[in-house]
């Protein structure tokens, strides 16, 4: 602990510009604009991470703490909050929302209840929860793969979706239309769980009865319990498995009032069932003839580069509204028009990046404002179930709606994906 607090007096800043905690895995590519949006802000940030080997000079920097072990994690954290206070404390993602919470709660600042937090982490838990407070959810169980599944299928109705309690990004999401799809996809959620360190998460999976219709994605953030919407993204392609890639945000939604409100209802209903407060929420609902159903709702913000679709319909990237937030500084919201999208690049196949064909062409199409792409020539693809990443990201802006969603599709048209088979060498 000494030497916590001699290493905050030494990187003291003598500005006393207000500073943010940031809770971060080491590999989250949402730190990054966490950093950009505190500088706009004028704040200081210290990370805090779960590895000090990282290319990034924040986390390098920063503090490295362990997780798992939450109390001694949060005994480092006030100890430093003390020699210099946090105006705000962020978790990143569901790894790190957990401890954010709990500190912020012992430190006094605004935040969620860690047990509130732990249920939109967990699938099952929050399930559970809904179901119990009268929100729509699909009918659903536990899944011990302790024990042999063919007892504990017994009156399972098909198709049905299996998914891991904690994963995100659709990673380890199957659908099943049978008992023998079930039990093979199982098996391969499995193996991807090998990697999870809790235990009971490690050998459990939720089964649920698979709710078809239109999908959809909502931002929005809590204040002393009351649920602003940010934005609604539409998805225009159909998620019906067995896989379920995410490619085609866009905003606004050209969905009718009146479902917009029943979304906006049905999410606050998850909130308060959950006893989230404060903060970014994260939902994912499917929208058919029954009406709302909630998929997840979690308290966090959108993964990857998509947060910056915001920027379209309030003026400021969507981690500047959280940071603002969190440390009470008010932001004028601003009104857009025309439309705004982004395609997450799917990966077509498992191997080795050669080169992608087609950039140039593609950054021609009309209303596309910028191509990022993450994984670099020579690296390994995986794709769903196992993977959980894509292969960049292309933007635009448009006079529509619709004409966002028609310029991400030419331009996705004109790339070319090359990828080589991956050979591993044969133990003998």
């Known amino acids: 602990m000494r030497r916590i607090l001699t290493w905050c007096l030494l990187t003291h800043s003598p500005e006393q510009r207000p500073r943010a905690l940031i809770i971060a895995p080491h590999a989250s590519y949402r730190t990054g604009p966490f950093l950009a949006a ?14 000090a080997n990282s290319i990034i000079s924040a986390y390098a920097q920063g503090l490295h703490i362990d997780f798992d072990q939450q109390q001694q994690a949060l005994a480092v954290l006030t100890a430093v ?11 990143t993602d569901d790894a790190s929302t957990e401890l954010a919470a709990a500190l912020a709660q012992q ?27 009268g929100v729509s959810v699909p009918a659903h169980r536990l899944l011990d793969l302790n024990h ?7 009156q399972l109705t098909y198709p049905c979706v299996l998914k891991p309690l904690a994963l995100a990004a659709s990673q380890g999401v199957i659908r099943a239309d049978n008992a023998d799809q079930l039990q093979h996809a199982a ?3 499995q193996a991807i769980l090998r990697r999870v360190s809790d235990a009971f998460e490690r050998s459990h999976l939720l089964v649920e009865a698979f709710i078809p219709g239109q999908e959809v994605a909502v931002e929005g953030l809590l204040h002393a319990d009351e649920l602003q919407i940010l934005t609604i993204f539409d998805k225009p392609d159909p998620l019906d498995g067995p896989f379920f890639e995410e490619t085609y945000y866009i905003t606004p939604t050209r969905l009718p009032i009146s479902i917009q409100t029943a979304l906006q209802q049905q999410i606050a209903a998850a909130c308060r069932a959950y006893g989230l407060r404060h903060g970014p929420v994260h939902a994912e609902c499917r929208i058919n003839a029954a009406g709302v159903w909630l998929l997840e709702v979690a308290a966090r913000t959108i993964g990857g580069l998509c947060a910056r679709l915001l920027q379209f319909g309030t003026g400021y990237s969507l981690e500047e509204l959280v940071l603002a937030q969190a440390s009470g500084q008010p932001l004028d919201l601003q009104s857009a028009k025309g439309g705004a999208g982004v395609l997450m690049i799917p990966i077509p196949q498992a191997g080795i990046l050669r080169r992608i064909e087609g950039l140039s062409a593609a950054r021609r199409v009309a209303y596309i404002e910028d191509i990022v792409l993450s994984v670099r020539e020579g690296y390994e693809l995986v794709p769903l179930p196992e993977g959980s990443s894509y292969l960049g990201f292309i933007f635009a802006h448009a006079p529509s709606p619709a004409q966002t969603e028609a310029a991400l599709r030419e331009a996705h048209s004109k790339l070319n994906i090359v990828v080589a088979p991956l050979w591993r060498a044969a133990l003998a």
């Open 148 to 154: 042999p599944l063919p007892p504990q299928l017994q």
């Open 187 to 189: 098996s391969r959620i």
């Open 38 to 51: 505190a500088e706009r802000l004028e704040m200081d940030v210290l990370i805090a991470s779960d590895s």
């Open 107 to 133: 430190l006094g600042l605004p935040y969620n209840p860690p047990a509130a937090v732990r249920i939109a982490r967990r699938k099952d838990l929050a399930r559970t929860c809904l179901a119990q407070a």
């Open 81 to 91: 909050h003390q020699v210099r206070p946090f105006a705000a404390v962020i978790g």
